[in-house]
């Protein structure tokens, strides 16, 4: 199904290097959000986006960074100071304040 | 910021028997609180959301209930069946001019046959 995609589904990355995530919408979302999904922790978040070249950062933003150049994307960069950056990334979007958020199929990310 | 924490972290009910997953939350300007559920290899979807204007919503087998008061909310699935075996979430927006969506940690529900 459409609406939200993310790529790729797998990544794979040594340790050291920077790697982006990418997140398009083509639901007209003004809202866009990454979160971070790990076994028995939920999903954290770590930055979202009100409107376009604008971003706040979430819970846990230390070591990620975000760019929102266009309303359709908002990809996000996981840096080289992520101390632990194994984990499965979802992206999400909202039309606005307090709706439902449509949720990406997720991209997973190993760094070896 | 808003703390949504979310007890049970795992349920195993059997089939035919009700389920109910409760959570609370911290800032008492949240206003918004959706449920997801999450099929194992899939994304999250929305299945019921509730507003602090209302108490309590139903859909077929599904009932949200929120406490302002207490700043707690609950789902309620009655008769399980096999496919509603999933990970549940709640989550809470922060306030009424932020997209803030926070989440609880999550209840892994297990439908017995």
């Known amino acids: 199904d459409g609406g939200i995609t993310q790529s790729p589904k797998y990544l794979f990355r040594k340790e050291g290097q920077n790697v982006t995530l990418s997140c398009e919408q083509n639901l007209n979302h003004d809202a866009m959000y990454w979160y971070r999904q790990d076994p028995g922790q939920g999903l954290r978040l770590i930055y979202y986006s009100q409107i376009v070249n604008d971003f706040q950062k979430g819970d846990i933003a230390e070591g990620y960074s975000v760019s929102r150049e266009k309303k359709e994307s908002f990809p996000l960069t996981v840096t080289s100071a992520q101390k632990n950056p194994t984990a499965f990334y979802l992206c999400a979007s909202s039309r606005q304040l307090s709706t439902e958020a449509f949720f990406g199929q997720g991209t997973r990310l190993t760094v070896v | 910021g808003e703390n949504v924490e979310q007890h049970p972290s795992t349920l195993s009910v059997q089939e035919g028997d009700s389920a109910v997953i409760k959570c609370t939350y911290s800032d008492s300007a949240s206003n918004y609180f959706p449920w997801y559920k999450q099929e194992l290899g899939k994304r999250p979807q929305l299945i019921i959301d509730?507003?602090?204007?209302?108490g309590e919503k139903k859909d077929q087998r599904i009932a949200v209930t929120l406490n302002k008061t207490a700043k707690h909310f609950s789902l309620h699935i009655t008769e399980t069946q096999p496919e509603d075996s999933a990970v549940y979430f709640c989550a809470a927006s922060i306030s009424s001019n932020d997209y803030k969506l926070s989440f609880g940690a999550g209840t892994t529900v297990t439908v017995r046959a």
């Open positions: 509730i507003r602090s204007n209302v």
